[in-house]
């Protein structure tokens, strides 16, 4: 079994930026993949960004060059780092993790972003 705790939501203004940290603990493995995955109100989850085991990753095209997804192995944590947020990112974002990308299968309680003036 693995938990995922996420931490670093918040409001913010557009134009600035927040950092969500997840840590895993339980039977977590470097290999695993994991990543974050958002839900807006009224709208179904959707991939955020993602980091496989080998260290690729994957991003959504909406948040390409204004977010940056990080892994330290040695904490068993993840990082996304969120810059130039906009209003349309106001969610609230789960952390996963999973064998691979394609089966992220334990998730986090999610933490709430919201970018508002």
């Known amino acids: 079994q693995v938990q995922l705790v996420e931490s670093g939501g918040g409001l913010v203004q557009p134009g600035g930026s927040l950092r969500l940290s997840c840590a895993a603990s339980?039977?977590?493995?470097?290999?695993?993949?994991m990543g974050w995955y958002r839900q807006a109100p009224g709208k179904e989850r959707e991939l955020v960004a993602v980091v496989s085991g080998s260290g690729s990753t994957l991003y959504a095209d909406s948040v390409k060059g204004r977010f940056t997804i990080s892994r330290d192995t040695a904490k068993n944590t993840i990082y996304l780092q969120m810059n130039s947020l906009k209003p349309e990112d106001t969610a609230v974002y789960y952390c996963?993790?999973?064998?691979?990308?394609?089966?992220?299968?334990?998730w986090g309680q999610g933490t709430q972003v919201t970018v508002s003036s």
């Open positions: 996963s993790s999973g064998p691979v990308i394609s089966r992220m299968i334990y």
């Open positions: 339980g039977s977590i493995f470097s290999t695993n993949a």
